[in-house]
């Protein structure tokens, strides 16, 4: 299987996508990152939904993972577009065929595939936070946050539960992508409905039916990123998540493994 | 008795009510190049998949050197193939995409570019594949079906998109790896090459085996044909209308009579015509080529 991983990372480090990672990644991390710290004093509000963080809750620990944790489900469908177009990519082009021949072992090369971006994610997510961080540093004297408590064990401590929540997070929505990726078998498709419906459907459907949130993939992938507290509790939203993910990639591996390869 | 590298018994494969592939049984011997010809929609490509492991058959058996097609783990690292044309990532170049292979099928990095150097892509490997003409991703796809050293090399329709040049050197590259003992399965149109290059054929029509065997075998047990050109072409009509009526079926092609007889009837044609007062510019008889047989057997025009 090392060798499915170490083929799969050689096509996800192509330079169209490393840095079109980058630059969306980068780009996102910028934003709202600088948001809190620059739109400090603003009426409308430095974070999430107009919440306000004042300079002196910047000065906690915490402050060292606002922008980082804002960033966190945006990281997510980062994620479950690279997942989904990576997957069903294979299919459009064809080279499925390729792939099998040299390595026949369906569930090899899905679970290659799957270690090999979780991989990627994985450096998407540490750039993302270390961006973050560096941001967050270049900016706190200009919004007079003081960063004494950032160096500390607990600010450490906060960083990396942060990291390890997005990076769950980030597989959950990624794993998601794959899924609708080896189901629709076409990149553009893939990545339409797992954003329409991440970003959009839930939302209206969880306007509508209030309860039907607590049940719902997305909310609970975005509430394993900001490390639980939404809508329900951190191992509700993880279970949930591992529930969807283990039917909806047992379907699809059922799937990937007996559909003929007729393309 | 030969060893075979491929074997098809009652090999059948059914989308529907439709047979791609019904009962087809035939053998490829090791070491051969053996051609695998039909029209379009026969159930050449899905053949050749269920060979690779890529479709599971309805039903029947098939090995390849010497395993089920149920245990493709077995073989297909000695397997080389290209299936329906080149498929490959755009935006990797072709060194990369045959380094992708390379590393999951777990051969040395090396050999890419000792391929690359072979198919003569050698100047454009660190090129974007799909900057690629037709004829160069041919080559890249042949390339990516030599990367295991094959025992045994699938290629579907390689010369596709290729120059007359191109095509010459694909039909040198594939006689060599016969020579080293390689065997060959190539589908092709163009039957002429595989007229040239093959030593056995398997021949489908509608998803049924009607030949498989040697090429020579299906050429000698065709009907040869005696072509006679009249030094004045007015004379075709009189010498056509003598000849049905001696029991001789003919018909007129580009200013000369095809006349379905072997050699011991050519001196009769002769003398038919020299006694009707025409002279012939020549005559001469020839057994149809792999392309007309192909046509009769298929029913294709």
Request: include cysteine.
């Amino acid at each position: 299987m090392i060798r499915v991983v170490i083929a799969e990372l050689r096509k996800l480090r192509r330079p169209s996508l490393l840095l079109g990672t980058i630059a969306t990644v980068g780009g996102l991390t910028a934003l709202f990152t600088s948001i809190i710290f620059l739109m400090i004093d603003s009426e409308n509000g430095n974070s999430e939904r107009g919440e306000r963080i004042s300079a002196a809750e910047l000065s906690n620990p915490t402050g060292l993972i606002n922008g980082f944790q804002l960033v966190g489900v945006f990281l997510g469908i980062v994620s479950l577009c690279i997942f989904a177009s990576q997957t069903a990519q294979e299919y459009s082009l064809g080279t499925l065929r390729n792939l099998l021949v040299r390595q026949p072992s369906r569930m090899k090369i899905l679970a290659g595939k799957f270690i090999a971006m979780k991989l990627f994610a994985l450096v998407m997510v540490l750039f993302a936070g270390a961006l973050s961080i560096a941001i967050s540093y270049a900016l706190s004297g200009r919004a007079k946050v003081d960063t004494t408590s950032w160096g500390t064990s607990a600010a450490m401590q906060l960083l990396f539960e942060n990291t390890l929540n997005i990076f769950i997070s980030t597989l959950c929505y990624g794993a998601f992508g794959m899924i609708l990726g080896l189901l629709l078998r076409s990149p553009i498709s893939a990545i339409a409905v797992g954003v329409l419906w991440s970003l959009i459907l839930e939302n209206i459907l969880g306007a509508l039916v209030k309860s039907t949130v607590k049940w719902l993939p997305g909310f609970n992938f975005q509430n394993l990123s900001s490390g639980g507290g939404l809508n329900s509790s951190y191992k509700h939203s993880l279970a949930i998540s591992l529930g969807y993910l283990i039917i909806g990639g047992g379907l699809a591996a059922i799937l990937f493994k007996r559909r003929d390869v007729a393309n | 008795m030969e060893k075979a590298a491929i074997t098809a018994s009652d090999l059948t494969k059914m989308y529907g009510d439709r047979a791609a592939l019904s009962h087809g049984n035939f053998v490829v011997p090791e070491g051969s190049i053996c051609g695998f010809v039909g029209p379009n929609g026969s159930g050449k490509t899905t053949t050749i998949r269920m060979l690779l492991g890529l479709i599971t058959p309805s039903g029947g058996t098939a090995t390849v050197l010497g395993e089920s097609i149920s245990h493709p783990e077995k073989y297909l690292p000695f397997v080389g193939a290209m299936i329906e044309g080149p498929a490959f990532y755009p935006a990797l170049s072709g060194r990369e995409n045959l380094k992708v292979l390379a590393e999951l099928g777990g051969f040395p990095l090396s050999r890419v570019d000792q391929l690359l150097e072979k198919v003569d892509l050698a100047d454009r490997g660190g090129s974007k594949f799909k900057t690629y003409s037709l004829g160069m991703k041919q080559r890249l796809g042949i390339a990516a079906a030599l990367l295991p050293n094959p025992k045994l090399l699938i290629l579907d329709e390689p010369t596709n998109g290729l120059d007359p040049s191109g095509i010459q050197e694909v039909r040198g590259i594939i006689r060599d790896l016969a020579d080293t003992g390689t065997t060959v399965f190539v589908s092709s149109h163009i039957l002429s090459e595989l007229e040239m290059i093959c030593e056995y054929l398997v021949m489908l029509r509608e998803g049924k085996v009607i030949f498989s065997g040697r090429t020579q075998e299906l050429l000698s047990g065709q009907k040869p044909i005696i072509i006679a050109k009249p030094e004045y072409e007015v004379d075709l009509n009189t010498l056509a209308k003598k000849l049905s009526e001696s029991g001789f079926t003919n018909s007129i092609v580009n200013g000369s009579l095809h006349i379905e007889a072997g050699q011991e009837a050519s001196a009769a044609i002769n003398r038919m015509a020299f006694e009707a007062g025409i002279t012939l510019a020549s005559i001469s008889v020839v057994l149809p080529t792999l392309e007309e047989t192909f046509f009769e057997m298929t029913g294709e025009n």
